[in-house]
């Protein structure tokens, strides 16, 4: 008797790699205005997104997406409304942030069956105070990718962080089955100047992703494509961006950083990185995308300072 097919195995017959060469935006999630998840809302967001040519995939459940911030079931209806939102036009790849391995292989299973083709897998949380045994990292994207039948997103943290991996954890990951990516945050040049010649050398299938929203410039012309929040406000000027950084024209690829860095001040250049996914939903508000910017605690809103200048901001870009 043969054996029975695995679930990635599956997964891998019904589905081709994500081609994820261009904008992957990680899109904010929409509430009312009495903090419940606004589904009509996020549907119409991922529309809008996915009509721009360029745009590869959605990253939802993430920090820009306040996903932890939200229960099982609203995590699942939310995959479940932007699968339907985008009608197959572009993969939806989910954050997977749960704690512990098997608890993360569970999110990824509830994820899949909601629909989503790739993973964007965290860190377990508990490396970025304490680090992580040697193996760990490996162990947790095999289960979830095991589990799921996901494609998987290598998450490279930044270098600050005890959960950035080394290059030897890296290149371990790369060489799993099921990882078709990396998104690179780790935020030291040094770092990145180093590893990501080696990782491309390595893993040539393997696409690179840069997800520096307040350095874009210095990484665009060596990824395939960029994985930012930053997608949200700005997809036009991104996807320009990132033909520019491929065809290696430094000129071009200067002015759209110029053009765009009173926004990236604005929404990334703040006193905290979380102040970013607020600052994102009022730029969005500002550009007549959402009808308010509403998030979930921990974040906490804006001055009315703040989103008089992310406006004024958004008018120096001329994006509104």
Same mark, same amino acid.
């Given at each position: 008797?043969?054996?029975?097919? #695995? &679930?990635?195995?599956? #997964?891998?017959?019904?589905?081709?790699?994500?081609?994820?060469?261009?904008? #992957?935006?990680?899109?904010?999630?929409?509430? =009312?205005?009495?903090?419940?998840?606004?589904?009509?809302?996020?549907?119409?967001?991922?529309?809008?997104?996915?009509?721009?040519?360029?745009?590869?995939?959605?990253?939802?459940?993430?920090?820009?997406?306040?996903?932890?911030?939200?229960?099982?079931?609203?995590?699942?209806?939310?995959?479940? =409304?932007?699968?339907?939102?985008?009608?197959?036009?572009?993969?939806? $790849?989910?954050?997977? =942030?749960?704690?512990?391995?098997?608890?993360?292989?569970?999110?990824?299973?509830?994820?899949?069956?909601?629909?989503?083709?790739?993973?964007?897998?965290?860190?377990?949380?508990?490396?970025? &105070?304490?680090?992580?045994?040697?193996?760990?990292?490996?162990? &947790?994207?095999?289960?979830?990718?095991?589990?799921?039948?996901?494609?998987? /997103?290598?998450?490279?943290? !930044?270098?600050?962080?005890?959960?950035?991996?080394?290059?030897?954890?890296?290149?371990? /990951?790369?060489?799993? !089955?099921?990882?078709?990516?990396?998104?690179?945050?780790?935020?030291?040049?040094?770092?990145?100047?180093?590893? $990501?010649?080696?990782?491309?050398?390595?893993? !040539?299938?393997?696409?690179?992703?840069?997800?520096?929203?307040?350095?874009?410039?210095?990484?665009?012309?060596?990824?395939?494509?960029?994985?930012?929040?930053?997608?949200?406000?700005?997809?036009?000027?991104?996807?320009?961006? $990132?033909?520019?950084?491929?065809?290696?024209?430094?000129?071009?690829?200067?002015?759209?950083?110029?053009?765009?860095?009173?926004?990236?001040?604005?929404?990334?250049?703040?006193?905290?990185?979380?102040?970013?996914?607020?600052?994102?939903?009022?730029?969005?508000?500002?550009?007549?995308?959402?009808?308010?910017?509403?998030?979930?605690?921990?974040? &906490?809103?804006? #001055? !009315?300072?703040?989103?008089?200048?992310?406006?004024?901001?958004?008018?120096?870009?001329?994006?509104?």
């Amino acid at each position: 008797m043969n054996a029975p097919i #695995s &679930r990635q195995e599956k #997964s891998a017959f019904r589905t081709p790699v994500m081609d994820l060469r261009g904008l #992957s935006p990680a899109p904010v999630t929409a509430f =009312t205005r009495d903090g419940k998840v606004d589904y009509e809302a996020n549907a119409a967001l991922a529309k809008w997104l996915v009509s721009i040519t360029g745009v590869k995939s959605l990253v939802c459940l993430g920090h820009a997406g306040e996903g932890t911030f939200l229960t099982q079931d609203e995590q699942v209806k939310l995959i479940e =409304t932007l699968v339907e939102a985008v009608g197959g036009q572009v993969p939806i $790849i989910a954050g997977i =942030t749960g704690e512990g391995t098997e608890v993360a292989a569970k999110e990824a299973r509830r994820a899949a069956d909601a629909g989503a083709i790739g993973a964007l897998v965290y860190p377990s949380h508990g490396w970025l &105070r304490f680090g992580f045994q040697d193996g760990a990292p490996q162990d &947790r994207y095999k289960a979830i990718h095991e589990e799921s039948g996901l494609q998987c /997103i290598l998450f490279q943290y !930044p270098d600050v962080t005890k959960a950035s991996y080394n290059l030897k954890t890296q290149l371990e /990951i790369a060489a799993q !089955p099921g990882v078709v990516a990396t998104k690179n945050g780790v935020r030291n040049m040094r770092r990145w100047d180093t590893e $990501i010649p080696v990782l491309r050398n390595e893993f !040539p299938d393997l696409q690179i992703l840069t997800c520096h929203d307040e350095y874009l410039l210095h990484t665009m012309f060596d990824v395939d494509g960029a994985l930012v929040g930053y997608g949200n406000v700005a997809p036009e000027l991104l996807v320009e961006f $990132i033909a520019a950084g491929k065809a290696k024209d430094y000129p071009k690829a200067r002015k759209i950083h110029d053009q765009l860095l009173p926004v990236t001040k604005a929404i990334y250049h703040r006193g905290s990185h979380m102040e970013g996914t607020v600052a994102l939903k009022i730029a969005l508000v500002a550009r007549g995308i959402l009808e308010n910017a509403t998030i979930r605690s921990p974040l &906490r809103d804006l #001055s !009315p300072e703040a989103e008089a200048e992310i406006k004024a901001a958004l008018k120096a870009a001329s994006i509104i």
